[in-house]
């Protein structure tokens, strides 16, 4: 019988290597062969992957901030741009700041989000002005609404019906109309 039709019996099987692909993450504990590996890079050049996401899993105390903060920076080397969404303890604060990114600290107390500011989309229909501003305005607008009735929506249990959104729509218009030119409206 040849290896392909005793593949199972043969003596001399050897797995395949470690991939090269990724951040470099430290060394294979029997063959001492560097193990890379992260999610974008298999996703992006590699393609091992369908999805470029993570579902880190361990018991505290592991590594698993460790091997994330890891990935941060050498995914930052090449170029990757990282955002660290809900880092609650914080983990990736420090990190971020010695690779020069910006750390926004929301939460109970601290920060806030302005729900109603449409930001960079409505200083571009300020600036486009004309026809084209008028409909890059009023899709800002539309996401400023759907915020605000998607909060609304979780408040109070139950979505909002559509008179309420037409009101709530003329009551951010009028907010808008009220709101000094450049700045973003603020609910009182």
């Not at 199972?8 to 193990?35: E, K, N």
């Not at 050498?74 to 914080?90: N, Q, R, Y």
């Not at 009023?138 to 009101?167: F, K, W, Y």
Request: proline share 6%.
């Amino acid at each position: 019988a040849t290896t392909v039709q005793a593949c199972g019996l043969w003596p001399f099987a050897a797995g395949s290597g470690a991939p090269m692909t990724g951040v470099p993450l430290g060394q294979h504990l029997q063959t001492g062969a560097t193990v890379c590996g992260d999610p974008i890079s298999w996703f992006t050049r590699a393609r091992y992957i369908s999805n470029p996401s993570l579902f880190m899993l361990g018991m505290p105390g592991l590594g698993k901030s460790t091997l994330i903060n890891r990935m941060l920076i050498g995914l930052t080397a090449t170029g990757v741009t990282p955002l660290v969404l809900g880092d609650l303890k914080p983990d990736y604060a420090d990190t971020v700041r010695a690779l020069g990114g910006q750390v926004i600290s929301i939460g109970r107390g601290v920060g806030g989000i302005n729900v109603l500011d449409p930001g960079a989309m409505g200083e571009a229909a300020v600036r486009l002005g004309g026809e084209r501003g008028r409909v890059l305005a009023a899709e800002a607008h539309g996401r400023v609404l759907n915020m605000v009735a998607a909060l609304i929506t979780i408040v109070r249990g139950r979505p909002m019906d559509d008179h309420e959104q037409s009101v709530l729509s003329a009551c951010l218009h009028h907010l808008v109309d009220r709101t000094e030119r450049g700045r973003a409206p603020l609910l009182p």
